[in-house]
């Protein structure tokens, strides 16, 4: 499936840690139904990335002060194995890039809600955790109906341009012609000389077959 996932918002407030780390993360992202959504994260650290470095993500409905662990990370990336995000969860970031990011396979409108990147790199320690908040809503037809019509203009335009530009060509051509005629336009001697061995091309492919005959005729004579 295709990525999407667009930030509705890119006011991710740097948050700065105690210590020297920090987060960045989109404020609001938007999806589609059944479209692959990129919730990005990234993170700035003074120290050295080490397998002390951890990278949990968690989830919180709608209306609801309950959360859930959907994402760890220690070496390793471990996704989730219970619940709704079970088995739909990919890890998509590279901590040696300070990229913390995941993605929500085959997401659904149940998915809305807050989602929530807590990374750890030992001795920094976090102090504010950034939040995205995720809408994902079906395709309309509206959203359809604006993709098929662009798609209509990017092959009838070209189209019509080309037969215009024969329909030109065909006019300024016929005209030529007219002009020529009324004028008692003549031919060349290199145009006469183009008739001539067309002539003499018509000829000599006549003749070919003529010989072909003749030879056909006195083969069947001969048995």
Same mark, same amino acid.
């Given at each position: ?29 938007? *999806? ?5 959504i ?7 650290s003074?120290? +050295? ?20 662990s ?71 037809? *509206? ?30 051509? +016929?005209? *030529? ?47």
């Amino acid at each position: 499936m295709q990525q999407s996932g667009v930030p509705g918002s890119r006011g991710c407030a740097l948050c700065p840690l105690l210590g020297v780390l920090f987060f960045q993360a989109d404020a609001h992202v938007r *999806g589609y139904v059944g479209e692959n959504i990129k919730l990005r994260c990234t993170f700035k650290s003074s120290s +050295s990335i080490t397998d002390k470095l951890t990278i949990d993500w968690t989830y919180r409905p709608p209306s609801s002060s309950r959360t859930e662990s959907i994402f760890h990370y220690q070496s390793f990336q471990y996704p989730t194995t219970a619940g709704t995000f079970r088995d739909r969860i990919s890890w998509v970031g590279d901590v040696y890039k300070g990229d913390a990011s995941i993605s929500i396979n085959n997401p659904t409108m149940k998915d809305n809600g807050t989602f929530s990147c807590a990374v750890k790199n030992p001795p920094d320690v976090h102090h504010n955790i950034p939040a995205t908040e995720l809408t994902v809503t079906e395709r309309g037809f *509206g959203t359809m109906l604006s993709s098929v019509a662009l798609l209509s203009i990017l092959v009838f335009i070209p189209s019509t341009v080309v037969v215009i530009l024969l329909l030109v060509r065909m006019g300024r051509k +016929s005209a *030529g012609l007219k002009k020529r005629s009324k004028s008692g336009y003549k031919k060349s001697s290199i145009e006469v000389s183009d008739d001539t061995d067309q002539e003499g091309d018509d000829c000599m492919a006549k003749l070919c077959v003529r010989c072909a005959e003749c030879v056909d005729s006195d083969y069947e004579e001969t048995y």
